[in-house]
């Protein structure tokens, strides 16, 4: 069994960048479970199938492959073969993957490929419900969250450095919509786990953040 680290927060809150770092310095694979999600939610925006119409997404599921390869450390998403990482980051995506990602159907297709990722390698998975749902057994869980001001101005210097066109005003109301929804879905919930770390970042920046990954982990070993 490989040595697990689940992070799990709302969306902006730095969970990509921070656990792609932690995961570098300490040698761990890095598992972008919201990448995985976002190449769906790509799939179905190309293919014209509406966010709300479960049946049409369950038959389009039957479709689509997604995989992860490493390239010079740096993690790849394929759809169907296609490597698609610098597309999956746009807001119209965002918005289609929030919807599309609280369906049973969709997170049954990821699930068991995580798992399986995370029982053979030492991993840091991120997500919205890695450390209760997909990895309960996690040997370490964190809960990283920021200010929502914070996160719309991270996401939004994101956008503006990629060329987006979405104000400031429009991506916090986006992060507030997308925080009812995870918060308040059917399956899978966003919610911190009664053993994870709560860890706002704030007032942290992205190697302060990972330091404390990492001396998190070199604890829970000498334990």
Same mark, same amino acid.
């Given at each position: 069994?490989?040595?697990?680290?689940?992070?799990?927060?709302?969306?902006?809150?730095?969970?990509?960048?921070?656990?792609?770092?932690?995961?570098?310095?300490?040698?761990?694979?890095?598992?972008?479970?919201?990448?995985?999600?976002?190449?769906?939610?790509?799939?179905?925006?190309?293919?014209?199938?509406?966010?709300?119409?479960?049946?049409?997404?369950?038959?389009?599921?039957?479709?689509?492959?997604?995989?992860?390869?490493?390239?010079?450390?740096?993690?790849?998403?394929?759809?169907?073969?296609?490597?698609?990482?610098?597309?999956?980051?746009?807001?119209?995506?965002?918005?289609?993957?929030?919807?599309?990602?609280?369906?049973?159907?969709?997170?049954?297709?990821?699930?068991?490929?995580?798992?399986?990722?995370?029982?053979?390698?030492?991993?840091?998975?991120?997500? =919205?419900?890695?450390?209760?749902?997909? /990895?309960?057994?996690? *040997?370490?869980? +964190?809960?990283?969250? %920021?200010?929502?001001? #914070? $996160?719309?101005?991270?996401?939004?210097?994101?956008?503006?450095?990629?060329?987006?066109?979405?104000?400031?005003?429009?991506?916090?109301?986006?992060?507030?919509?997308?925080?009812?929804?995870?918060?308040?879905?059917?399956?899978?919930?966003?919610? =911190?786990?009664?053993?994870?770390?709560? /860890?706002?970042?704030? *007032?942290?920046? +992205?190697?302060?953040? %990972?330091?404390?990954? #990492? $001396?998190?982990?070199?604890?829970?070993?000498?334990?």
């Amino acid at each position: 069994m490989g040595f697990n680290i689940a992070i799990d927060g709302p969306a902006g809150a730095g969970k990509s960048t921070i656990a792609k770092k932690a995961a570098a310095d300490l040698g761990f694979i890095y598992v972008d479970t919201g990448a995985m999600y976002r190449a769906l939610a790509l799939y179905f925006i190309r293919n014209g199938i509406d966010g709300a119409d479960e049946e049409a997404i369950k038959n389009a599921l039957t479709q689509i492959s997604v995989t992860l390869q490493y390239s010079g450390g740096t993690q790849q998403v394929l759809l169907n073969g296609e490597n698609v990482s610098d597309l999956i980051r746009t807001e119209e995506v965002s918005r289609m993957t929030s919807v599309t990602s609280a369906l049973g159907c969709v997170r049954e297709k990821l699930l068991s490929l995580q798992q399986d990722m995370a029982a053979a390698h030492d991993v840091i998975m991120d997500g =919205r419900d890695i450390g209760t749902n997909v /990895l309960p057994n996690a *040997d370490i869980k +964190i809960y990283l969250t %920021a200010s929502v001001a #914070e $996160r719309a101005r991270r996401r939004y210097l994101e956008q503006k450095q990629k060329g987006g066109t979405s104000s400031l005003e429009e991506i916090e109301k986006d992060i507030i919509e997308r925080d009812t929804r995870d918060k308040n879905r059917a399956i899978a919930p966003l919610r =911190r786990a009664e053993d994870a770390v709560y /860890l706002d970042t704030s *007032d942290m920046n +992205i190697d302060e953040v %990972a330091a404390e990954i #990492e $001396r998190l982990y070199r604890e829970k070993i000498r334990s």
